[in-house]
């Protein structure tokens, strides 16, 4: 680089920056010291994009995520995060601007273990073991809340359950659990903070009134527990609570309220984030019924906003060559590899960059309704697009297609095939076959706060112990493949680190 480049005003290092593209923004950090500052002073919003790369499906029959990725120009995006130490199965649980909690899936473990994943630039962290819950007999569901143009620092919360009854005592009126209410009126919870890299207790206070009491929250079936979601906004975490409640906790007080949803009876309810901040869904998989809420919160108000209501119908119409989203075939890949190796060759996911279609403007609703009569498929809702109005669906009947659907201007867009290769394609996907979603948003900040590293090299040390026990037993080519593996990519993350220290040391200079 030119000498003279880096004696430029920060005002035009900026502008100049600012044209780049997100992926190319987070390389430009490591050309120098002077933009690397400027990035992080004045540009670091720019470094999430607003494109949506993909959603993220769990399919319950499945160990690993699947990921629908769409076509673009930009890096490659590894829907199946196989650079992660986890063979046996891997789910995402959560997705906060551009990073992923994930859990692995292993049956062998107890207590299974927690990553917080950059699937763009991957990078990734394994979470230290969760506390053990305050309440005995309570869960903990665990939530991202990460905000990359403030800071590259990460927060994990555990939020606690409505705390079960003991299903042993048969006269569970005298039990003064169920009479207390619900929130309590504090919240002691566990919350890991990567620049800690530790669990902490935080404590958050209640404003306004309690839900109900803990007899009355337990109407919601243990399936549905696991389909909650949780949506960062603005410095606050609105999580998807039981009968029918939103627990709106603001991190930045520590303080929490409770709000009542819209239509809370309905069986599926679906909260997501979208232009204006909190959104919720509500929809019907046989009718095609589909309702859309924003939460309101101006003026010192907080109100439910009814922004859709209507029974969709989608219609037939061709697909548009070179532009179709794609289903990487995750749990299919990793199932080939498994059991032949790699003796019928290098079968790979598809790579985005063969498709031609430019991505970076988003615009991928482009296809209106066709007059006359439409029909009706199984319609699931996968969530919403952070900065559009825009609504994902899967059509799950006539080959399991993936939809979006701009309920402003009614019109819909076949993405593509959404059916893993499992299932078959002119049935479509049976009923409840999808669980949770994420539509996925890369942030390409190369700096991730974590212990990668220390990970990489305690699986090496347990796979090298796996090999002593096994290699006069039944050693298979996968083991020593993930061996491999782990081996060479800790010795290529080791040798990146000294090459950083080395190249900051002679700047320094």
């Not at 900026?14 to 992926?23: C, I, K, N, Q, S």
């Not at 555990?158 to 009479?179: F, G, Q, R």
């Not at 993930?482 to 990519?489: A, I, N, P, T, V």
């Amino acid at each position: 680089m030119a000498p003279e480049l880096t004696m430029l005003p920060g005002d035009v290092i900026a502008e100049v920056l600012r044209r780049l593209e997100p992926h190319s923004l987070g390389s430009s950090r490591r050309v120098c010291r002077a933009w690397r500052d400027t990035v992080d002073a004045r540009l670091r919003g720019h470094l999430l994009s607003r494109s949506v790369r993909g959603i993220f499906i769990n399919f319950p029959r499945f160990t690993f995520s699947e990921f629908f990725s769409r076509p673009s120009t930009g890096p490659a995006i590894c829907g199946g995060l196989d650079f992660l130490p986890c063979t046996m199965g891997v789910k995402v649980t959560d997705h906060c601007n551009g990073l992923l909690l994930c859990r692995d899936q292993s049956p062998d473990d107890a207590r299974p273990c927690e990553y917080v994943v950059n699937p763009a630039t991957r990078r990734w962290t394994r979470l230290p073991q969760r506390p053990r819950p305050h309440v005995p007999g309570s869960g903990q569901t665990a939530y991202l809340a990460f905000e990359p143009a403030v800071s590259s620092h990460y927060e994990v919360f555990l939020i606690p359950c409505v705390p079960a009854a003991d299903e042993s005592d048969d006269d569970d009126d005298d039990n003064p659990l169920l009479e207390s209410e619900w929130p309590p009126a504090s919240y002691v919870m566990h919350v890991f903070s990567s620049a800690t890299q530790r669990w902490d207790e935080t404590t958050f206070l209640r404003e306004g009134e309690a839900a109900g009491i803990v007899a009355n929250m337990h109407t919601d079936s243990e399936d549905d527990r696991y389909r909650y979601r949780a949506v960062y906004w603005q410095s606050a975490l609105y999580v998807h609570c039981q009968h029918g409640y939103l627990t709106r906790m603001s991190l930045l007080d520590h303080t929490y309220s409770v709000i009542k949803l819209p239509n809370a009876k309905h069986p599926n309810r679906h909260l997501g984030r979208s232009v204006r901040g909190v959104y919720f869904a509500i929809s019907c998989s046989w009718d095609g019924f589909l309702q859309l809420w924003y939460l309101n919160e101006s003026c010192s108000r907080t109100e439910w906003v009814l922004k859709h209501d209507t029974h969709l119908q989608i219609f037939e119409h061709e697909d548009q060559l070179g532009r179709r989203w794609i289903l990487q075939d995750v749990n299919h890949r990793k199932w080939f590899f498994e059991h032949n190796g790699n003796k019928y060759g290098d079968y790979r996911a598809p790579v985005e960059e063969k498709y031609d279609w430019n991505s970076d403007e988003d615009n991928i609703i482009d296809i209106e309704d066709n007059a006359g009569e439409g029909y009706h498929d199984g319609l699931y809702f996968l969530g919403f697009h952070p900065y559009k109005e825009i609504a994902f669906l899967i059509s799950s009947g006539r080959g399991a297609r993936g939809m979006a659907y701009d309920w402003n201007n009614l019109k819909f867009q076949d993405l593509g095939n959404v059916c893993p290769a499992d299932f078959d394609p002119s049935c479509g996907l049976p009923r409840g076959e999808t669980d949770t979603a994420f539509p996925y948003t890369p942030c390409w900040i190369g700096e991730f706060p974590g212990n990668e590293l220390e990970s990489l090299l305690e699986d090496e040390e347990l796979s090298m112990k796996k090999l002593e026990l096994e290699e006069e037993s039944n050693f298979t080519c996968m083991d020593e493949y993930e061996l491999r593996k782990f081996c060479g990519h800790a010795k290529r993350v080791k040798d990146r680190t000294a090459k950083i220290r080395h190249r900051r040391r002679t700047t320094a200079r």
